[in-house]
């Protein structure tokens, strides 16, 4: 299975600041990755899909860049509603995996 | 808009059979995989397994001795059971959609989820 591993695990951050999360596949993924934003209770929320590409409705203030291991993803002028768990997740080859999440806290 | 909803037993003993139903409402079945993904506190976020509109599956390994899904194309339905559950087998179980995108060089992802069914297995 190729293994995701995400950093930080535990981010605090500031209405207004720009965070990275960064995403480490275990194998080339080439950019078969996709990032999910899940609030507490709610099913997770595509963000972006294909490493880079921002799913229809997604404020642009979400980005997400990178290729083959190395991946993230980018919020810029953090909103209130921002502030949840973020996914990283391959869907190159099954079994697809998850990241263990980065939560993003209010500082 | 594609929207998933999911039903099934939420409290079960260990041994039983874990049964979840999933109804897909705007989405004909055809060019997506149907998958289910479960979320527990210890392992995360973990896909179990996928269905195609021909019936073709595919499996999580760690799963697959246990695992069943199918398809209901006359009732827009896909299903899961999971065998012999046991207490690591406590989620909350999700249905989902994975969206294949482009031809040449298709692009896959989740989207929608169902609204999640929290499972727990308890003696």
């Known amino acids: 299975d190729i293994q995701m591993t995400q950093s930080p695990s535990s981010l605090p951050a500031s209405v207004g600041d720009i965070v990275k999360i960064t995403c480490r596949a275990s194998d080339n993924v080439y950019t078969d990755l996709n990032w999910y934003q899940q609030q507490p209770g709610k099913a997770p929320k595509l963000l972006i899909y294909g490493a880079s590409t921002l799913q229809s409705g997604v404020p642009p203030r979400f980005s997400g860049s990178g290729s083959g291991t190395d991946f993230t993803l980018t919020i810029s002028r953090l909103q209130p509603e921002d502030f949840a768990t973020y996914y990283c997740?391959?869907?190159?080859?099954?079994?697809?995996?998850f990241g263990q999440g980065t939560s993003l806290d209010i500082k | 808009q594609v929207q998933l909803q999911q039903w099934g037993a939420g409290l079960l003993k260990p041994s039983e059979t874990l049964s979840l139903n999933c109804v897909v409402y705007g989405d004909s079945f055809s060019d997506s995989y149907w998958s289910w993904i479960r979320q527990s506190p210890g392992k995360g976020l973990e896909w179990i397994g996928e269905?195609?509109?021909?019936?073709?599956?595919n499996y999580n390994p760690s799963l697959k001795s246990r695992v069943t899904i199918s398809l209901d194309k006359s009732k827009s339905q896909f299903s899961l059971r999971l065998s012999s559950v046991a207490a690591a087998d406590t989620a909350v179980y999700y249905c989902?959609?994975?969206?294949?995108?482009?031809?040449?060089?298709?692009?896959?992802?989740?989207?929608?989820w169902g609204q999640g069914t929290l499972v727990t297995v308890s003696s």
């Open positions: 269905i195609n509109h021909f019936g073709t599956t």
């Open positions: 997740q391959q869907s190159y080859t099954t079994p697809y995996t």
């Open positions: 989902a959609r994975m969206k294949l995108t482009g031809v040449v060089n298709p692009i896959a992802y989740f989207d929608p």
